[in-house]
């Protein structure tokens, strides 16, 4: 159905210090994962994917790690810049079908 | 140049008025996507295609239609049965077992 009233939740970090981002997911049967950056009123973009028989990958200033025996997916961003600000959503996979976490809003304070 | 192309990128309908929403890629993908954005909330899939002439209904399929006649077009058309139209549309594609490619969005408001 609808949801109506919900609000991203929020993580504000300082220049230069490191971000972590959680999102849990709830099919175990879900065989790959993404983490996307959306800009206000743009498309998301793709950061990194994992496949469900890994459990890390990094790329540059980014790393996700993914927790099977609790459902659990994270992104950690090094370094994190000003323009690192935007919503970051987690994505999983169940064969064809690709849905989306709630989100987190990413507040880069200087 | 590839990429997904939505079209257009402002839309205003009266209520009670179909509207269809475009969506076209160039970047050979099988699997083509629909998504409903509102203010402050996630992605919500509407409907998805893994094949010419196939789709699946997704998590918030009442209200909205869609056809995949050609690859690379994915049309939705948001119906009047649909309570409340306004939000924003995301159309993405991929290849299966790689990372979706989504395209700019529509913002659909009904008046």
């Known amino acids: 159905g609808e949801s109506v009233g919900l609000h991203l939740p929020t993580l504000s970090v300082q220049e230069g210090d490191n971000s972590i981002i959680n999102c849990a997911y709830s099919n175990s049967a879900s065989d790959y994962f993404i983490w996307y950056k959306q800009e206000s009123g743009k498309g998301p973009q793709f950061i990194i994917d994992?496949?469900?028989?890994?459990d890390k990958r990094q790329g540059q200033r980014v790393t996700v790690l993914l927790n099977k025996t609790v459902k659990h997916l994270s992104l950690q961003i090094a370094a994190t810049q000003p323009g690192d600000s935007a919503v970051y959503f987690c994505a999983e996979t169940r064969g064809n079908k690709l849905t989306f976490g709630t989100g987190t809003q990413l507040k880069v304070e200087l | 140049d590839g990429g997904i192309t939505q079209s257009p990128k402002y839309l205003f309908r009266k209520e009670g008025q179909n509207v269809t929403l475009s969506c076209e890629q160039n970047?050979?993908?099988?699997?083509m996507y629909w998504y409903r954005q509102d203010p402050g909330q996630g992605l919500r899939l509407i409907y998805y295609s893994q094949i010419v002439n196939d789709f699946q209904k997704g998590d918030i399929a009442e209200g909205y239609s869609v056809s995949r006649e050609k690859k690379e077009s994915f049309p939705l058309t948001v119906t009047s049965a649909q309570k409340n139209p306004t939000a924003f549309y995301l159309c993405?594609?991929?290849?299966?077992?790689?990372?979706?490619?989504f395209g700019q969005g529509t913002r659909l408001t009904v008046v």
């Open positions: 994992i496949r469900s028989n890994m």
């Open positions: 993405a594609s991929r290849e299966i077992g790689t990372e979706a490619f």
């Open positions: 970047l050979n993908h099988d699997a």
